[in-house]
């Protein structure tokens, strides 16, 4: 991430004639269309449910590539110089803040998520893996949208109104799931079901911190290991966009066996062919906690 933050920031945020030369030669496209770019998966979800029609969104990160570590591409941070509005966790991307500073001063309307949701969990970015939290950022988007597009305000209001229906649905769908539990404690691969561990009284232990990247100590697997015995865990969860060698290798020692919980912070290719979205692998989700927590 320092490689970017030394090299294509400098060459095409602070020398500007050069975005702005890339911008104004940049094939136009959907010209009717309000333009949206997105850090990562979860909200370009949400501005593609209630934009509808009239947005084209840009998932700067790509399906099956990690938001954590990603780094945006020239091409990317000129998309982002075109579009109407750029919403970003904050807490994921470590070169959102400094490029959000420029794209305000070019007039793009500018959503961090970090600074809008009351953070229950600090420093913990993954707040869009609770359905009630994503409610609000749902709202957040939908200001925003009517803010820029006041004409087209009742559709935003509409579309708004369905998502949060859905998700009204999805923590209802969870309340009933996990409330008949023979237990309570769960192990992911990376540390990122806190909010949702929170919303459902729900125990994380998480193998790995925030970021996937940072491996623990032979000594904390041990200790996970050793948890996972005493408290008869009977699976360990692994992620599709990053390696499962750490699950598999707690399972191995323990005996458990394996399934997905997967943190959403990105699609592969197969899932966005076949139609998955949030709301859906939300759902599947649950279903592989339920079976994970021996749920009734």
């Not at 909200?43 to 790509?62: C, E, F, M, S, W």
């Not at 004409?151 to 799931?177: M, V």
């Not at 925030?210 to 491996?215: A, H, L, N, R, V």
Request: some cysteine; aromatic content about 8%.
């Amino acid at each position: 991430m320092k490689k970017l933050l030394i090299t294509i920031l400098p060459v095409l945020i602070i020398a500007g004639g050069w975005i702005a030369y890339a911008v104004a030669n940049q094939p136009a496209k959907n010209q009717n269309k309000l333009t949206i770019s997105a850090s990562f998966y979860p909200y370009a979800y949400l501005a593609k449910q209630i934009g509808g029609d009239l947005v084209d969104v840009k998932n700067i990160t790509p399906a099956g590539a990690e938001p954590h570590d990603f780094e945006p591409s020239a091409g990317d941070i000129v998309q982002m110089y075109q579009s109407k509005l750029f919403i970003y966790n904050g807490l994921v991307e470590s070169w959102g803040d400094k490029l959000a500073g420029q794209l305000k001063s070019e007039n793009v309307v500018v959503l961090k998520m970090s600074d809008q949701v009351n953070l229950a969990v600090p420093n913990d970015p993954h707040f869009w893996l609770d359905p009630v939290l994503v409610k609000q950022q749902a709202s957040l988007i939908r200001d925003r949208l009517v803010e820029i597009d006041w004409a087209n305000a009742s559709i935003y209001d509409q579309n708004a109104l369905i998502l949060q229906s859905k998700l009204t649905s999805l923590n209802t769908q969870y309340q009933n799931g996990l409330n008949n539990c023979q237990i309570t404690d769960f192990v992911t691969a990376h540390d990122a079901f806190a909010y949702l561990a929170k919303r459902y009284d729900l125990n994380q232990i998480a193998i790995s911190g925030i970021s996937p990247d940072s491996e623990p100590s032979a000594q904390q697997m041990a200790e996970i290991s050793n948890l996972v015995t005493q408290k008869q865990i009977e699976y360990i969860f692994f992620e599709s966009l990053t390696s499962p060698k750490l699950s598999e290798t707690i399972a191995s020692a323990t005996g458990a066996k394996t399934l997905v919980l997967n943190p959403l912070e990105g699609l592969t290719t197969d899932q966005e062919q076949s139609g998955q979205d949030y709301v859906t692998i939300m759902q599947d989700n649950l279903t592989n906690l339920r079976v994970a927590l021996g749920c009734k």
